[in-house]
């Protein structure tokens, strides 16, 4: 599989680079510090997705590719941890933001079960926590949907945080204030465009997919 998908020389692949850059536009996401256990922290914006656009613009296979970029980005920082700590880093974390999240993403649902089954059969045990904040009124029949996808090791991962101050609250007793956004109770100054971490780009008037998609 790693040989098929080219995985060893994916974090070095112009085109792939270029892909990643144009997707954080219709997703917001970065690969954002550490967890307080070390775990390399990748967030993602997921509720303001752009679905028509990311159907419209990417196909399937070029975001499969984007998807195994993260993965391979994850582990390559557990490795660069794990040598500056003098100890194994090897599952990582992500935090999916659901705030804005409509229920046109069920079009995308079969991108995101193609992608759990990479992570659950490519790479086993990677996950150490996986956080949804800011669930919307849809949450639980989304969750009804895609619950199924899940293994019972991977679904044990599965925090769901109510939205309120209590996300930064659950948040921080995972990840040190330095290494969160302030958008969910952090202090990162680290960042080159913070407090903003994770920028959304601006579409400006061009509305009329989302108009479409209500």
């Given amino acids: ?24 536009r219709v997703l917001p996401n970065a690969l954002h510090g550490y967890t307080k256990a070390h775990r390399p922290l990748y967030i993602e914006k997921s509720g303001l997705i752009r679905v028509n656009k990311i159907l419209n613009t990417f ?9 195994i970029y993260w993965l391979e980005a994850n582990c390559q920082r557990a490795r660069e941890r794990s040598q500056q700590l003098g100890k194994h880093v090897e599952t990582f974390a992500t935090i999916l933001d659901l705030r804005g999240c409509k229920w046109n993403i069920r079009k995308i649902l079969h991108l995101y079960k193609q992608c759990l089954y990479i992570d659950q059969n490519y790479y086993p045990e990677r996950l ?21 996808w899940f293994d019972p090791v991977t679904k044990a991962k599965i925090i769901v945080v109510k939205k309120g101050s209590g996300t930064s609250t659950l948040l921080l007793q995972h990840i040190d204030s330095d290494q969160l956004p302030h958008e969910y109770g952090g202090s990162c100054n680290s960042c080159s465009t913070a407090p903003n971490c994770i920028p959304v780009y601006d579409w400006g008037k061009d509305t009329a997919d989302d108009e479409q998609e209500e």
Avoid: M, Y
């Avoid at 599989?1 to 954080?24: F, G, M």
């Fill in 1 to 24: 599989w790693r040989i098929d998908n080219k995985v060893d020389s994916i974090l070095e692949h112009a085109p792939t680079l270029s892909q990643v850059d144009l997707v954080r």
């Fill in 59 to 67: 196909t399937q296979e070029e975001l499969i590719q984007c998807h």
């Fill in 128 to 148: 150490g926590q996986l956080f949804f904040v800011n669930p919307p009124a849809i949450f639980p029949a989304l969750w009804d949907i895609v619950k199924h």
